[in-house]
Every structure is written in structure tokens, then in C-alpha cells.
């Protein structure tokens, strides 16, 4: 039987025969939002039990690259020179999270950044104090701080100052996918909920929501070594299971940019939360909406053009290479190349990070643009024309087209490398269950189920199309932290 | 208080302190999706009471232009000469109607359609059996048959035999958006309907279905005049109340696309039903997509080239028009310009029927492209590169970038005129309730939720994210008439 169709349903309390275990709060999922979420309660006064699928803490967490979004005047931001205010930092949110994207949560994470930032220091994150300048996905060595959403790039330079806000936990040896710099913001938070009591069951699938006659959450429903437990929630049940990417149904009834594609996530996202809550009536939100990754070298591509199948430019090459992502999925049928010229290549060379990715090879090297249109299926005379008018405009620095940065127009000259970036992106869904900032579940009249609640990206968080790197872990954070406290108090 | 906060949760039929109505099947709406249910079910031997929110039957399809999406050789199709099968009309839907697209409906939809056209003129919708064969948005007099949905375009034409299957009832004196060809599909059915003995209370708007103790749907309560009634339903309630164009919060939620614009719709599509229902635990799906108009003249566009704002192209111009409002809404941030030459304005005048629309003027002429870079606020060279790589290929009646069918490519030439279409897109949600050919709607396991059916695009129909113009239309009397029967049995 598919994921789609385990039964997410809820089961009637007075069905069940009894109930397996007791806590004030149950959290479901150990990833970054459950483990906020733990913490929170336990401080709060509760007796918290955690109920993870897998055999261990972390959750995609651990696996990420470990940006934290934050800022408004973090310690690392202003020990780094920067410049930031919880009013510039929503303005640059308002203007970069997508249409429709929820007011009140990006107003209150602004707000409340450098506080949260500072929880997680008190937590024991360790951040170094250092900035990473060049354009890439994450810092290849420990550095603490790096733009992770086009913060310093067209459009929004010139709307906000730039600051840069992804903050990333520091570590040694880290390898995003495997065990990267999320690792060390989970760990320091495991460690917390564990001392301050909080009562963790592994291998321990979620399945269902119980309710009471009058509709109230009163606990869960799970299988444990294939035996069905159920656990009782005497105040309230966060769920903070993660996305429904490794859902392929859900994924294409609501995402069908990221249908068939690999999601960047881990296979337990697999949206039986997010559906659990439905069935209660539970609103969504920004279903469609999803990151999207283009797994080529962002010190490259800033340097060169990166155009459609049809050899029209997409975006200003020197943006949050999530947003090229984007563009290229959701807009270019996912087909893309990316042009660039012997300097370039070999500017990209001498800055890139030992610690960093091999060099890629182009696809194609040529002296001629027409021999490359053909080799790559452009139209002729497609490529050649965009080339043209970006030369011709980069001859005086600029480029009205797409608005990079000065600093890295420059005319392209043969010998020319091109690269393939078809089909190589994948990522994850935004959307999910439409939640209060204190992380009450709401119905479709925009009321709180009762007994339940729900973070990080279970819910529809502080993105509803654009994105950052360094918000999932930071709303799972931020707003796991107050579903927590909240849970243990009702 | 808005609709969107409107309560739509249910209420328990133990809380009502009477009914003040009864009927086998209570049908919410009287527009195409709602007629269509109210014949089946009465056809079928139920007593059908439809509870309509304005103060006549017609709803969004008495205003539409009134394609219906129909083939695989209907009597129309064969009398104007076309080929067309139930495979080749599956192979094009399977194609064309998105990622993700109910695979199951649109075999049934393709296998069926021709009974489903011949129940239509049984019902006694007037069909002509003549074929428009311009390009335009529907025939501007009352033929019956046209191309809508780039069927005889690119990618489209290359896959599938092209065939035909916009069918459009026979009327005189039609003013799409206030009395359109839809018009005369309802008012037969809604005359059929009346006379199979359905009852009809209008100035009744639908607020919550009713449900029982053990979740079944048995009803709905409505104001009628400022006084909630509440209506049994003793088999079935088919809720076919339109879509949420005009519900803003859902709007922002679901399609981004479409925020802050003008919904295609009418004003009584406020999502209720579907809040309704997602109370109830019913599963949602393609909220996102949406079908976008673009209002400039197709035959003037055909001849000429779509760009965007920075001047690239941006779709074949000979396909569906609503394909072109889509592709600059959902891709291109709605703004985009139309450029042709004097040739080409003269022959698309020529063509013109004296029917349509006004010829538009263009907003700048001249002989200069880059005088017209200049006052689009195209970036200078922009155009000119796209419009010179076009003309090379045009030289040789090709179109490598974009397949435009030769018969439309011929290289423009100065003096040239430039149309803007920036911001003048809008229209309506495809997405809805998650229902199965019959109407039940389901619920996040895939199962029923007893008593309660659905049609029309307060469900998500045949299309995910692709259009046909007659889709709405199509699907909606379609799937109606299976509601119908089926809620009639049940």
C-alpha cells in the first residue's frame, strides 16, 4: 500500500481500548521544529514524549547544510560589520517570501530574530563569528555567516540594504546530505530537550490523531515494530513531521513542478501529518510553492549567463542560486545552460575553496556560438542574439536585461564553455497546513483545532513561493519554539 | 465580515431545531454543474430541490462564451468535416490539461464524450454544425464548432491528430460576459430540469452543510432574505457552487498568479462549498492552477510576436490564447508586449469579423525598433536580438524557437507597432474539492464522504494547469450529470 493511502483519518478515542503511554505534550517528528518544540514545552513545565519514525534525532535537519535564517542584528551580523535591523529584515522577507505569504509571521520573526538567535546560542549552537563572501550554496569551511537569499542582488538591493542573514552552526567535517551543518543545530537542541527531561520513542511510526467525541485532539495513534500504540496527549500534540515531498500523490495534485523529481528531503516527509490534520479539517496553505535547487557552481554561474532551452537569459546570474533553481523548474520547463568564456572559467578556478566541490567540466567548448547552439539543440541564432545584447551592455558594466551586479558584468569573449543544467534540479514543498504564529492548527473559519498543533514544514511557514536558504530550519525553529511553550499550556 | 472568514464549518443535525425543507437531493448552485446534476437526479426518480444564491438560474455559464470541450466525433465534428476519436481526444487531454491531471476522469471524459454531446442536444441545446476557422478567443457569430484549445499548434499538433473541440450553442445577439453563448446550454437544461419536475428556491445562499452524529452529510443550512433555513437532504447533497475566484484570502492562499486581479468568474464564487467540505475532511487538489485571459486581439497576435518585458519571446502565437495569458501570468510576471508590422495589422483587419471586437490600436509605431525599446522600456537591443533571430528563421517560413506553424511565420518588417499587454491578464481557479467520477467527494484516505457530492470548479476537474477554452463547461455538465445520478442512488 502506497503512503497516499495509509489511512490518515482520526480515531475516535472511545474506540480505542486504552492508551499506551501518557504525556502533557506529544511531539511528533525529531527533526529541528519537533526539537524546538520539546525544548519549549519542557521548559514551560510539561512532560513532553517525542515520537520519531526513524531509529535516531534529526530529521532532514541534521542533513541540511545548516542555514539558519536570522538577523535584525545578530551578534554575528554586527561582529561581522554588518548592519541589520528587524525592520529591514521584514522588509526584505515581505518583498522576497512570495505573494500571499503570512504578514503576521514574517512581521514576528523579524521581531524576535535576534532573541531566537540568541536562544539557540543559549541552546549551544556554536556559530563562529566569521562572513563568507562568495557567491556558493553554503560555506565550505566553518564561517558563520554568507548570503543565502540575494539579499545584496537585483531586486532586492535596491528595495532593502542588504545584510546577510544565513547563519550556519559550526563544524567541522560536515557533508550537506549526509551529516551537514544542520547537525550541530540539532544536536546542541537534543541535548537540551533530553536534560530538560524530554522523553524521546524511536522507530515509532505516526499514523493517526485520536479525538474526543467533541472533536478535541487527545492524543496519537503509531506503529512501533509493526504493534500499534496509542499515546495519549493530556494537553496537546505538536506535529512537526516534516513535508509531504516524498509523497508522490500529494506532489502531484499540489506541487507538479517537483513531480517526478527527487526530492531534496528524506523519504519520512511523507506528508501523513499534513493529511492527518486534514482530515480534521485543517486549512492549507501555499500547496504549490517549493524550493527548487540547480546543482551547478554558483562562482561559475555569477560569472557567466545561464539561459533557457530557447537561449533567453532567466534571471541576474548573481542572485540566491535558489532563485535561479526556481526560475529554471518552475518557469523553463527545467532546461537550462549556462554560458561562460576561458576567463571566467578560470576566475571561478582561483576563487573557488579547496574544501569546495570538484570543478565541473563543461558540456561543450567552442570559439564559435553557432557551433554550440547546435551542439546543445538552441535554436540558431538564439544564443548568439542573447549573448549580443548582454555584451553589448556589458561593455559599459551593465545589464539592464537582468540587472546583475556590475562587479560581475563583463563581456564574454571565445573561446566559450557551455554547460548543461537540464533536468538536474529537484526540492522540496513549502506549502502545508495553515497554522497561527503559535503554531494552532487552523480550521477552514481560520479557528484553532483544539489540542493540536503544528511547525516547521508540516505547515506552511514563512515562504509561499520565494525563498531563502536557511528559513525551513529557522521557522522550524522559530515557530517550533512557541508551539512548544504553547502545547504545554493548554 | 468577509467570506473568507464566512463560518463553514458543519453543523450537527442535532443542534438544528427543525428542517424546513426536504428533497431526495439537494443541489447547491444552478449554474452548468448544478442543471446538470438536478436533470440526471430527477431523470433518475429523485425528488431534487436546488438552492440557488442569486435570484435566477445561470450562474458563471449563462455568462460564459459558451465552449464546451467535446469530441472524439461528435455529429458536429463530422458534419464540419473533422476526424476525431476517443483516443486521439484522451491522447490531447492526457497532454494538455497539466501534470497531474486525474488520469481516470480524462479517459472517462474522452470515452464518453460523445454521448455526453448527444444527452446536450437531447436536452435541447442548440448546436450549428459550422466551423470557425479564424483565430480568436470564440466565433464571433453563432458557429458551432472551433479550435480551443491549440490542438492545430505546437507541441500539441506534433503528437496528436488536430481536431477540433470547442462546441458552442447555437444563439443570437450573445454578449460573452453578460448574456454568452453559455446562455443558451442552461437555459435548456435548466428548462429540462424544471420540467423532470426539479423544484428551484433562488435568493438562498448556501452556508454549511449538516452533518449527522456519525459524519454523514444530511443537508445544508442557507439565508434566505436574512433567515437561515435548513434544507434535509434524504439521499445526497451535490455541491456545484462555482469556484473561490472571488475569495481573496483563498486567492492569496492557492494562486499567487492571480492575487489583486480581476477573477473571470462571477461575484458569487466565494468558496464556500469548498470550505465546506475541507471542514468535513475533504482532500483538495490543484488549488494552484488557473486559466488566464489575455486580452488582445489572437488574430493580430498570431501575426505577429509575443515578448515579455525584457523583450524575449514567449510562446508559440498560433496556440489557444488562453496558453499565451498563462504563460505571461503564471511565468512571466503578467507583462508583456505584442509586436507586428504594417502587413500584419493589415491582414489581421482584413480578416476581422464584423462581429468582433473593435481593432485595437497599437500604444507606439515606428519605423525604429529601438525607439520602441525606448518607450516600452524594453532594454535597448532586446527586442531587436528577438526579433532578428525570428526574422532569419521567418526568411525560411521556420520557427526553430517557438514552432509557430508556417503558415503564420513571415518576417516583420518597419514600420512596426507595439502593443502593450502588461497587467491586463486575469482569471479563474481550476483546483477544488478532490472528487471521484461520480462526484463523491473525497476525503485524504481517497474514501467518500457519505452523502456529499460535488461538480463543477468548486472541484478540481479535468484541467491541472493546462486549459482548453469549454473545459469549465465541459466537465461541469459532465461530471454533473454523474453527480446527479449518483446522488439520486444514494
Redesign the interface.
Known amino acids: 500500500m502506497s503512503d497516499?493511502?495509509r489511512?490518515?483519518?482520526a480515531r475516535r478515542e472511545p474506540e480505542l481500548a486504552s492508551w499506551d503511554e501518557h504525556a502533557d505534550v506529544v511531539v511528533v517528528g525529531f527533526g529541528v521544529a519537533g526539537a524546538a518544540a520539546a525544548v519549549a514545552a519542557a521548559v514551560s513545565g510539561a512532560d513532553v514524549l517525542v515520537v520519531e519514525r526513524t531509529s535516531g534525532w534529526g530529521g532532514a535537519a541534521s542533513q541540511a547544510g545548516g542555514f539558519i535564517y536570522l538577523g535584525g542584528g545578530t551578534a554575528i551580523q554586527r561582529a561581522c560589520g554588518f548592519t541589520d535591523t528587524p525592520e529591514n529584515m521584514h522588509a526584505f522577507l515581505a518583498a522576497a517570501m512570495?505573494?500571499?505569504a503570512d504578514q503576521r509571521k514574517l512581521a514576528l520573526y523579524a521581531e524576535r530574530s535576534v532573541e531566537h538567535f540568541d536562544w539557540l546560542v543559549d541552546c549551544g549552537v556554536p556559530f563562529r563569528k566569521t562572513f563568507y563572501g562568495k557567491p556558493g550554496w553554503e560555506p565550505p569551511g566553518d564561517e558563520g555567516l554568507m548570503y543565502s537569499g540575494g539579499e545584496n542582488a537585483h531586486p532586492f538591493d535596491g528595495l532593502v540594504p542588504p545584510a546577510p542573514r544565513g547563519h550556519v552552526p559550526q563544524m567541522t567535517g560536515k557533508r550537506t546530505g549526509e551529516r551537514g551543518g544542520g547537525y550541530m543545530l540539532m544536536k546542541p537542541l537534543v541535548e537540551t530537550a533530553l536534560t530538560a527531561g524530554v522523553r524521546a520513542v524511536y522507530d515509532t511510526r505516526f499514523e493517526r490523531l485520536v479525538t474526543a467525541n467533541d472533536g478535541r485532539v487527545r492524543g496519537v495513534v503509531a506503529t512501533h515494530y509493526g504493534r500499534e500504540i496509542a499515546i495519549h496527549a493530556q494537553r496537546s500534540v505538536v506535529l512537526a513531521a516534516g513535508s509531504f515531498a516524498f509523497n508522490p500523490a500529494m506532489v502531484?495534485?499540489?506541487v507538479?513542478a517537483l513531480?517526478g523529481r527527487p526530492g531534496a528531503a528524506v523519504e519520512e516527509h511523507d506528508g501523513q501529518a499534513v493529511?492527518?490534520a486534514?482530515?480534521?479539517?485543517a486549512?492549507?496553505?501555499?500547496?504549490?510553492a517549493c524550493e527548487a535547487a540547480v546543482h551547478t557552481d554558483p562562482g561559475l554561474m555569477v560569472r557567466g549567463i545561464v539561459v533557457d532551452a530557447?537561449?533567453?537569459?532567466v534571471i541576474n546570474e548573481d542572485t540566491y542560486p535558489g532563485r535561479i533553481g526556481e526560475e529554471l523548474l518552475?518557469?523553463?520547463g527545467s532546461q537550462g545552460f549556462l554560458l561562460v568564456d576561458e576567463q571566467a572559467a578560470e576566475e571561478a578556478e582561483a576563487a573557488r575553496d579547496a574544501a569546495a566541490l570538484l570543478a565541473p567540466q563543461p558540456s561543450w567548448v567552442s570559439e564559435d556560438i553557432g557551433e554550440l547552439e547546435a551542439e546543445a539543440g538552441i535554436?540558431?541564432?538564439?544564443l548568439a542574439?542573447?549573448l549580443?545584447?548582454y555584451n553589448?551592455?556589458a561593455e559599459n558594466g551593465q545589464d539592464?536585461?537582468?540587472r546583475k551586479a556590475t562587479r560581475w558584468v563583463r563581456p564574454l569573449r571565445p573561446p566559450y564553455g557551455l554547460y548543461g543544467v537540464r533536468g538536474r534540479t529537484g526540492g522540496f514543498p513549502l506549502g502545508g497546513l495553515?497554522t497561527d504564529v503559535d503554531g494552532g492548527v487552523l480550521?477552514?473559519?481560520?479557528?484553532p483545532i483544539p489540542g493540536l498543533r503544528a511547525a516547521g514544514r508540516t505547515t506552511a511557514g514563512l515562504a509561499?513561493?520565494g525563498y531563502a536558504s536557511g528559513i525551513s530550519l529557522g521557522d522550524g525553529s522559530f515557530f517550533g519554539r512557541r508551539a512548544g511553550r504553547a502545547a504545554a499550556q493548554t
Not at 535554436?379 to 538564439?382: I, K, Y
Not at 480550521?443 to 479557528?447: L, N, T, W
Request: charged content about 30%.
Open positions: 497516499s493511502v489511512p490518515a483519518s512570495g505573494t500571499g502531484d495534485r499540489h507538479p513531480s493529511r492527518a486534514q482530515a480534521l479539517g486549512d492549507v496553505e501555499h500547496l504549490h530557447r537561449g533567453d537569459r518552475a518557469r523553463r535554436p540558431a541564432g538564439a542574439a542573447t549580443e545584447v553589448r551592455h539592464p536585461v537582468h495553515r480550521d477552514v473559519d481560520g479557528q509561499a513561493g
